[in-house]
């Protein structure tokens, strides 16, 4: 069975910084993408950042361009996702989450098949 485990949210003054983690169990790891998604009150989930098997292509939304990076480490079982320069708007629980049978990101919800509990960040201005 697979489990993904958020951890790392927290409140943050804007500006600041948070550096979320995603361990992972169940299966292979390193066979298939990962993504970081997130959905604020009122609103759909939305893409955040995806990450290809290896590591080896990423994309993000365009709103955390430059200042969100994703990164995995395969031996541990973990994804990333650093976030810098905080804001207000960034405030939403945050879901890691990965696909079933692809190691390629996709930027759609809906393919993935697998989600963690989720880990609120709030940002105060």
Known sequence: QVQLVE???????????LRLSCAASGRTFSN??????????????EFVSV??????????VDSVKGRFTI???N????????????KPEDTAVYYCATRRRSGY????VR????????????VSS
């Open 111 to 122: 393919d993935y098949d697998y989600w963690g509990q989720g880990t609120q960040v709030t």
């Open 105 to 108: 990101p996709s930027l759609a």
């Open 75 to 86: 031996a541990k079982n973990t994804v990333y996702l650093q976030m810098n320069s905080l």
């Open 7 to 17: 951890s790392g949210g927290g409140l943050v003054q804007a500006g600041g910084s």
């Open 32 to 45: 298939y993408a990962m993504g970081w998604f997130r959905q604020a009150p009122g609103k759909e989930r």
């Open 51 to 60: 990450i290809s098997w290896s590591g080896s292509v990423t994309y993000y």
């Open 71 to 73: 990164s995995r480490d």
